[in-house]
């Protein structure tokens, strides 16, 4: 499954519903789902780091100034699991 790495307490409020779009300064064409890990640093307290906590669906990538926004459509949560993180888009194996 492609994944991606976002620091806290950005993946904690995308769980959440709070936040509802990634600002990248990059474009995607990806769209559906997309496993959200939690960056391993910085480690806030409570937070998880260094997990895959949940799955996101990607639905739109528009460019807005000089970054690019990809709009967060569901969010399902899932039992965590350790990931070690990568910049960009990366393939994790699902057991």
């Keep these: 499954m492609k994944a991606i790495s976002i620091r806290q307490p950005y993946a904690s409020q995308i769980m959440l519903g709070l936040k509802r779009v990634e600002c990248r300064s990059w474009a995607t064409r990806h769209r559906g789902p997309l496993l959200l890990c939690a960056n391993a640093s910085p480690q806030i307290a409570g937070l998880p780091a260094g997990r895959a906590i949940g799955i996101m669906d990607i639905s739109a990538c528009e460019k807005v100034g000089d970054e690019y926004w990809w709009t967060i459509g569901s969010v399902t949560r899932i039992p965590p699991f350790p990931v070690l993180g ?6 994790v194996e699902l057991q």
């Design 86 to 91: 990568r910049l960009g888009l990366f393939d």
